[in-house]
Each structure stands twice: as structure tokens, then as C-alpha cells.
């Protein structure tokens, strides 16, 4: 057995409290992500088991379609004439058979394509090997989050994206994966009916800024400079958790970025990330 590690003091030397306190962080950067992905595992769940549902119900129709397809082709052998041979492709309704058969087809094309948007996201999402520093292209992070939290969106809110040319940035992009989720989801939260969110991305000399605005309830002035420490939360007792803006302030601070506030309390929130291109100098993993 390990000796469990003693409490953090402020007596330790400043190195070793250093020392863990980066340890105790980069846990919680872990847990709080296996957290939302298990939270997140329910909604894809749900998304995933529509699109199988039809494919499900389509497959059966394409079953019965088959047996009188086959009845018309057995005929073919068997019928004393041409005219026995029209009788059953009347009986079997073949024109309608066939328009329908082809819109089952592409239904469920359109179906298994979505179940593998949602695996390739998923996937995307939970590199957890994936620790270092390296070039990525944001709006595929992007992209791969909104399919992640679609669930959690679609019922409240319309996302517009307004994206601008982006180079690719050096990033450990699961991370910002993260915080764009945390703020997507915050941002769903507030909207209490439907509203917007709106994504807007812009590269500016060696950054890049990328702001979050939701149309929702906003953040009283007392809030808005507590919403950053962790364990902060307005949401119910076992609602929130108050970590997901802490943690998203580590993971921009870790890419030498910052990331800021402004609300209207009744009218909406911006949240503004600068990020640098290419980190200041050979970048340690988070
Ligand atoms: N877009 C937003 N609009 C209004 N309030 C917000 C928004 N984003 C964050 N907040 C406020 O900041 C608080 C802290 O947010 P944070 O994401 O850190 O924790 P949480 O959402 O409460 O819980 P968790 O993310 O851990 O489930 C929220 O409880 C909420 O009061
Ligand atoms: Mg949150």
C-alpha cells in the first residue's frame, strides 16, 4: 500500500505545493471530463436510438417488400401466361413497392450516416491519450462539440455559426473541446424558452478569438466576477457542480490564452476566448 499523499499545507515548500497543486488540477481536468461525458453519454444515447429506431422499422418493411418481390420473380417459372404474371405484380401494388423502397433506402442511408457522425464526435471527444501540444483546426473542434451536445441544444436554442478564416492553432484540442462544451451547455441552461447561441470565430495577427453569446437570462453583476472559482454555482443543489467554468479558465490559462465575461443581465452573455496561434515557448502538457 502507497502512503496517501499529507493534506496541502501552507507550510510546504512552495515547489512541492506547486507540485500538487498542478497534480490535483490535472485530476480534476480528468474527472470533470469523465463526468461530462457520462452525462453526456444519456443525450447521444437518445440521439443515436432515433435514427436506429427507423432503420429498425425500415429494415422490417424491406423484409415484407422482399417475400412479394420474390412471389413476383418465383412466377416467372410458374405462371400459365403474361397476364397471371401482371395479376400478382398488381396485386403486390409494385409501382408504390418500388417508390417506397427506394425511400426506405435512402432514409436509412441518412440514418446510419448520422449514428456515425455521432461515433466519429464521440470519439473525437474522448482522446484521452491525446496530452501534447499540437496544430488543429478549431472549427472541426467546434463541430465535433455541437454534434457531442446536440441534445442538450436543439430543443432551446438555434446555434448560428459565424465563422471566420482560422489558421490551425497549436492546442491540445480535446481540451478546447471542453470548454467549448462547458459553454454551450451553460449557455443552454440559460435560456429558459429557445433562444440563440451564436459562435463566432475570427483570427487577428497571432491569435484567434472565438465568442460564445446566448440570448439568455444573463449574469448579475455580483455573479459575473465569481462565475470563475470553482465550486461557483446559481443551479440547484446537485444540479451543478460549479466546475466547469474553473476548469475551462485552467485549460485557456494552460494555452496561454484568456477568456472573459460580459453579461446583460435579461438580454445574454458573451464569452470571449483569445487564443495564441502558436504557444510563447515549448509548451508543457496539461
Ligand atoms: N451563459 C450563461 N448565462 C448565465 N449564467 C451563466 C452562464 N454561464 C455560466 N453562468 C453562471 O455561472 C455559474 C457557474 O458556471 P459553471 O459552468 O462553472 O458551473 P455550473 O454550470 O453551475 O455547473 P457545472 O458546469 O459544473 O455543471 C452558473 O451556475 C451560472 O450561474
Ligand atoms: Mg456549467
Known amino acids: ?29 480528468q474527472s470533470e471530463k469523465m463526468a461530462a461525458i457520462g452525462q453526456l453519454a444519456a443525450g447521444v444515447a437518445h440521439e443515436i436510438n432515433n435514427p436506429v429506431g427507423y432503420v429498425y422499422s425500415n429494415l422490417q418493411s424491406l423484409g415484407t417488400y422482399l417475400t412479394d418481390l420474390f412471389r413476383l420473380t418465383d412466377a416467372v417459372d410458374t405462371a400459365e401466361s403474361l397476364e397471371d404474371l401482371r395479376q400478382i405484380r398488381k396485386s ?13 433506402l435512402a432514409e436509412s442511408r441518412e440514418g ?26 478549431l472549427h472541426r ?18 446555434v448560428v455559426r459565424d465563422f471566420g478564416d ?16 462547458n459553454l454551450l451547455v451553460n449557455a443552454a441552461h440559460a435560456i429558459e424558452e ?9 483570427s487577428e495577427g497571432g491569435f ?17 466576477n465569481r462565475i470563475f472559482e470553482p465550486f461557483f454555482t446559481t443551479k440547484p443543489v446537485g444540479r451543478g457542480t460549479g466546475l466547469g467554468l474553473s476548469l475551462s479558465f485552467n485549460i485557456i490559462e494552460k494555452h496561454s490564452g484568456q477568456i472573459t465575461a460580459t453579461s446583460t443581465p435579461g438580454q445574454g452573455t458573451t464569452f470571449h476566448i483569445r487564443l495564441p496561434v502558436s504557444q510563447p515557448h515549448s509548451p508543457a502538457s496539461v
Open 194 to 202: 429557445s433562444g440563440t447561441i451564436t459562435i463566432r470565430t475570427r
Open 112 to 137: 446510419i450516416e448520422r449514428v456515425k457522425t455521432i461515433i466519429a464526435a464521440m470519439k473525437d471527444f474522448s482522446h484521452t491519450e491525446e496530452e501534447e501540444f499540437r496544430y488543429a483546426d
Open 208 to 224: 484567434v478569438t472565438l465568442d460564445i453569446t446566448d440570448s439568455g437570462k444573463g449574469i448579475e453583476q455580483a455573479h459575473l
Open 141 to 158: 473542434g467546434i463541430e465535433t462539440t455541437l454534434n457531442v451536445v446536440n441534445n442538450e441544444l436543439k430543443y432551446k436554442a438555434e
Open 1 to 29: 500500500m502507497t502512503d496517501a499523499p499529507s493534506p496541502l499545507s501552507q507550510d510546504m515548500p512552495p515547489q512541492e505545493l506547486s507540485a500538487r497543486l498542478e497534480q490535483a488540477n490535472r485530476q480534476l481536468v
Open 166 to 181: 482560422l489558421p490551425e492553432i497549436e492546442c491540445i484540442i480535446s481540451q478546447l473541446n471542453q470548454v467549448v462544451m
Open 92 to 104: 403486390i401494388d409494385y409501382d408504390f413497392l418500388r417508390g417506397d423502397l427506394e425511400d426506405l
